[in-house]
């Protein structure tokens, strides 16, 4: 499990000034983010829960897309939450969305949110930056209700794209602290075979995005 000593400063450090004008700069290439969302579906009534929610940018989205959900959120990054609340208030969604900082790998939903699980629960970009990023996946299965599912946006294995575009974005990401998991199709695997759940892979942009979606079934 990583710590809080040991992550959340990192992520603080990575984003105290970055958060300002994260979300301006990351709309060119945190792709599939959109397409996650829609894809969502939840009950009419239904949760919804952001792990690593970043600048509230996607539960915003969330909020507008599925007006009478609750929206919950969760991150590491105490500098990243400062500006969540800001933009969240801004957007007048201060009602509906409730967050607070925890460790993605081993949270406890009932004392965070005084609940124990959500319809969805869906994670944009981040496993690429979360050490535990298998440990993190276990961990959301075990909160989703019964059909709930997990949806997860990330970057792929980028096989489609140009040698020397493949190996400049690799350099690039590394500089910020990001991993693409190319192992995440398999690892989904993995995790719905031991929670009786079924899984949907998709791969966008010549591989530079994958969407994996791991349903739980309704027993």
Known sequence: ???????????????????????????????????????????????????????????ILTGDTYPKTLLYGIDISNEMLATAHKKIDAAGLGKRVHLAYADAAAFDPQALFTRRHFDRIFISYAVSMIPQWQTVVHEAVSHLAPNGSL???????????????????????????????????????????????????????????????????ST
């Not at 990001?178 to 759940?197: G, H, I, W, Y």
């Open 1 to 59: 499990m990583f710590t809080k000593i040991e992550h959340g400063p990192l992520m603080d450090r990575v984003y105290r000034h970055q958060r300002h004008f994260y979300d301006a700069t990351r709309k060119y290439y945190l792709l599939g983010r959109d397409p996650m969302i829609a894809g969502l579906n939840p009950p009419e009534r239904g949760s919804i829960l952001e792990i690593g929610c970043g600048t509230g940018r996607n539960l």
């Open 151 to 217: 949806h997860i946006v990330d970057f792929g294995d980028l096989a489609d794209l140009p040698l020397i575009a493949r190996k400049a974005l690799y350099t690039w990401l590394d500089w910020y602290h990001v991993t693409p998991r190319n192992e995440l199709f398999d690892v989904a695997e993995v995790v719905a075979a031991k929670n009786n759940a079924t899984v949907h892979k998709q791969r966008l942009y010549r591989g530079f995005s994958w969407i994996t979606t791991i349903r739980r079934k």
